[in-house]
């Protein structure tokens, strides 16, 4: 059965970094474009970056560009977003899904990331 556990999440003041990981399993990793997705309270989830299948090409939404950071490592089946600069904006649960245009997987339990001074 396919598994994401995202981890890393907790409470950081504003202007903090955080860095949120991934593991995956039960599927060939290095075949899949990874996405790391949020979802703040009465919101819709919503991408926040994305990186494909090699690590080649990288997307971000563009309330997080310049300050978070999408990596992955096909050995290790991880996938990591280093947020830098967090703002209360960015208070969500964190989930990350194999897939470019769309998410291919059941969703784990996201990781919780609240900006709070």
């Known amino acids: 059965q396919v598994q994401l556990v995202e981890s890393g999440g907790g409470l950081v003041q504003p202007g903090g970094p955080l860095r949120l990981s991934c593991a995956a399993s039960?599927?060939?990793?290095?075949?899949?474009?990874m996405s790391w997705y949020r979802q703040a309270p009465g919101k819709e989830r919503e991408l926040v970056a994305q990186?494909?299948?090699?690590?080649?090409?990288?997307n971000y939404a563009d309330s997080v560009k310049g300050r978070f950071i999408i990596s992955r490592n096909n050995v290790k089946n991880t996938v990591h977003l280093q947020m830098n600069s967090l703002k209360p904006e960015d208070t969500a649960v964190y989930y990350c899904?194999?897939?470019?245009?769309?998410?291919?997987?059941?969703w784990g339990q996201g990781t919780q990331v609240t900006v709070s001074s």
């Open positions: 899904n194999a897939g470019w245009a769309r998410a291919t997987m059941s």
């Open positions: 039960e599927f060939t990793f290095s075949d899949y474009a």
């Open positions: 990186i494909s299948s090699s690590g080649l090409n990288i």
